[in-house]
């Protein structure tokens, strides 16, 4: 039976309703609990670590753990023997090489490392893994396909991504760049976009010959990575294009090692310096971010962007969601919130890009209408995120409920981009694990897997035909 819910009095009544708000449930406010102290102490190798050493970036990239058996010695005696033997075969299967900071290794909760939001992103584990999906591929936004000169992608008509290197503090697992970012894996050769002034020199000369193009994406890998003479050189030589009006540094760092932004002066100043300059010739310098999680804003964050805030630096976040670390309404919520707090704009929570490797973190659209549906209203209009899909195939964004069509049953979603490929239609596959017993089916026979898409893009254009 289906439930019926009250109509809202306002609609059926003249009198309006007026109500004083009952007192606030202290626990709503647990987004300004920011986690503090000496947290780090209790993993047996930061235990002799005080705080001013710890939040100094030089020691925290120094201590980066880039091996499997370095981290995982690292965690030795607060993880059970079982979780470091399933960790240690994760990572010999896994496609994204290892970069995990002492900061994001302090704040997994090592009593629940399996549900932990922090360890499923940067730890992956054989007994989770599950075989991807068929449609599955390493570029699946086609980023290489829209650049016209390598690690410049020109899909939008005013917009352009300017992949100014291949390194990152980090090395995510889900990451939608595992084709270029970070080291050779054993299964995958990457493509090659170091920092390299020969390769800008190019990248730059197509944005200066391009009237159309007004907004840069400066990203990477990760502009975190960037020595400060390198964000003034290519943030002025950016800004001194014409047409360039808007730009972003698109970095991690702030999730991930925000002490930079506490001890790195030269780096904050370099930033900084871009932005005031972008602003005095009337063009508009942002950060963006990634965090994915509340548990990844702690004290030294709010430390670290209250310096940028207080500089005029403004910072936009996009989210990618993730089954088992923010797929549900609290953990959406709670991160818009937090977010607010320390000044930060949610921007965009994306679904997880299609790529190989990391099907147990993908979830199915519904999913994210869903959670759109209740995080919209938590929080004020400019600080409640858009869900999107990176339409694959090279589609760009498209806000997730705006499929042409979606079959619940084959998890196939049909979008498409009028504005930046007319006439085309981009496909998005939920996980087949998590379909209903007929869509498994199906996709467990090669046979069906044309048919269902044929059928899906048809229904799609006869929806299309029909409006
Ligand atoms: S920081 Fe960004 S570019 Fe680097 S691995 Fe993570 S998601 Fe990919």
Redesign the pocket.
Known sequence: MVQQLPIAKDAVSEEPARKVRPPVDPSTLAHRDLRTGEWWREIPGFSGIDAATFHDHRWQMKHTITKPEALLEAVRGVASDAFLKDAAEGFRIAP?AVRVSPYLLSLVDWQSPYEDPIRRQFLPLASTRLPDHPKLTFDSLGEQGDAPVPGLTHRYPDKALFLALDT?????R?????YA??PDQEMVEKVSLKASPKRWEEMLAYVASRPELEDIVI????AWNLRADQIRELGNKLLDIPNVRRMRFAS?GPAVLPQKLVTDDEWVKALIEVVHRGRSMGKDVMLHT?FNHANEITEITQRGLGRLFEAGVFVRNQTVLQRGVNDTVAAQTMLTRRLAWVNVHPYYVYQHDMVKGTEELRTTVATAESLEKHVRGSAAGFNTPTFVVDAPGGGGKRTVHSYEYYDHVTGISVYTAPSVKPGQVFLYFDPIDLLPEEGRERWADPAEHAKMIAEAAEIAHEAMRST
């Open positions: 994204m990152c503090p980090v090395y995510c889900f990451c939608t760049r595992s970012v970070g990203s990477g890998g990760d991690k990634h």
